[in-house]
């Protein structure tokens, strides 16, 4: 008997079932294309399912090109116009998911993340998408039959063909969740460039030293500003200080930057290999610190005294303990003066490397933007072979960004595939 040869040929075969596949099969699949969506996870979107602490940080309401690390700044602007943060609050609205906004533009789920990775499911079946799942890819070939066109994907289910081929199995952040290094290898067989990809979004370590010396903060948490020398941006969040090093959203956005400087140094012609700069931390960002310490300056106060006005005791206590300003201001020399300015508005920390993949939230680098167009997600080397997704150099900050890239870059390859 043949098989049935609808179970085998496919318009489009899209590789990773997680927000930026699901999103690209249905609308391939509406747009009339069969389609294949395959995963070798048992469960699908768990990267949804735990994200925003089980509510989905799914978009943010002010999405900008600048929010993204990629090293073409420009790469995103497309698919980000073509399907917006506003054209997925739609969709939400549309399947009467309920959301609300938290700091910074955040949009949460109210009840579950679940609700986002039902409603993806539910687009899919709109489009009649096929599932493959779990289901390990053994290998991917250009070309079918004796045709130069499409795409053979040998798998544990049997071989299946398509027209086109999307890679969608996003980055290595979190191995436990089913990160694979699979989109990688593809562009490495396909001949197409890749950044180095690194962990980001992720915890800073601290050399022994330098972690030995702030053990007595640790577990202590305070509003900073965050900066990397020589990069663009600035973030106002919360500085963690853990067992391990430096952690809270603050940090998580500025490792991405801290993470990027290798090729940001490179691009702008310095010598390969140059030092990594330390990051920088504005303690006290709502102040105008010179004046106010001018104020202080005969002061029979402490700093710990001045400083617990605005930070968490024993914050204030341990931090000028580390930095030993314990007596009155009057008895402090101008010399310290200063030092506590530069302490306070720029104190710098060299970190030691990151908690890598395992603790990160995502992967910065990934397949070269070069290799793409930004306005389809077609490789330019092998028709019909589309990337989209976390495993493109794109990277958001906190905050919605990546999930809003997953969502924009799948649909508009959706469009095409
Ligand atoms: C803990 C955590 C919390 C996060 N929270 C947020 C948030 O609130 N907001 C936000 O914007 N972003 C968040 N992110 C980032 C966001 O989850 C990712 O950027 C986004 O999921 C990327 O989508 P993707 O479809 O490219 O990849 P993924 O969602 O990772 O999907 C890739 C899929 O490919 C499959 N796959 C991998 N390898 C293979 C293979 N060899 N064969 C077959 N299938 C394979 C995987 O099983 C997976 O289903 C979070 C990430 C983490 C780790």
């Not at 990267?47 to 989905?56: A, K, L, N, P, V």
Request: proline share 5%; with cysteine.
């Amino acid at each position: 008997m043949q098989p049935n040869k609808d179970l085998i040929n496919f318009d489009v075969i899209v590789i990773g079932a997680g927000a930026a596949g699901m999103m690209c099969a249905a609308q391939a699949g509406q747009r009339g294309r069969r389609v294949l969506l395959i995963d070798h996870a048992a469960k699908i979107g768990e990267r949804i399912r735990i994200s925003g602490g089980g509510r989905c940080n799914f978009t943010n309401r002010d999405i900008r090109p600048e929010n993204f690390l990629s090293r073409n700044p420009h790469f995103a602007r497309s698919a980000l116009a073509q399907f917006t943060q506003f054209d997925f609050i739609k969709l939400i609205q549309r399947y009467n998911i309920a959301y609300h906004e938290k700091t910074l533009g955040q949009l949460f789920c109210d009840d579950s993340a679940k609700q986002i990775i039902d409603m993806l499911r539910a687009e899919c079946d709109l489009g009649g998408v096929r599932w493959a799942q779990p289901c390990q890819v053994h290998t991917v070939r250009a070309g079918v039959g004796a045709a130069a066109a499409g795409f053979t994907v040998k798998t544990d289910q049997g071989e299946f063909t398509g027209q086109s081929l999307v890679i969608a199995t996003g980055g290595l952040a979190i191995p436990q969740l089913g990160a694979s290094p699979f989109g990688y290898k593809i562009a490495e067989q396909f001949g197409l460039p890749i950044i180095a990809p690194q962990p980001a979004l992720v915890p800073l370590a601290l050399a022994p030293e330098t972690l030995d010396s702030l053990k007595t903060l640790s577990g202590t948490a305070i509003d900073v500003i965050s900066h990397c020398e020589g990069q663009p941006v600035h973030f106002r969040e919360s500085l963690l200080i853990t067992h391990r090093g430096l952690s809270g959203p603050a940090i998580l956005q500025i490792s991405s930057y801290w993470q990027n400087q290798a090729y940001s140094t490179a691009k702008s012609s310095q010598k390969p290999g140059n030092k990594k700069q330390p990051i920088s931390l504005n303690l006290l960002p709502d102040l105008d610190v010179s004046d106010w310490l001018q104020e202080h300056r005969q002061s029979k106060s402490n700093l710990t005294t001045l400083l617990s006005a605005f930070w968490p005791k024993r914050f204030a206590q341990e931090w000028c303990a580390l930095l030993q300003w314990q007596k009155p201001m009057a008895e402090h020399s101008n010399k310290d003066i200063a030092a506590m300015l530069d302490a306070l508005t720029a104190w710098k920390i060299m970190p030691a490397g990151t908690l890598g993949y395992a603790k990160a939230e995502v992967t910065l680098g990934g397949i070269d933007t070069n290799a793409l167009s930004s306005k389809t997600l077609e490789t330019k080397s092998v028709p019909g072979l589309y990337v989209i997704g976390e495993v493109v150099d794109v990277t958001g900050w906190l905050g919605g960004y990546n999930f809003q890239w997953a969502w924009s870059s799948g649909w508009v390859a959706g469009q095409h595939a």
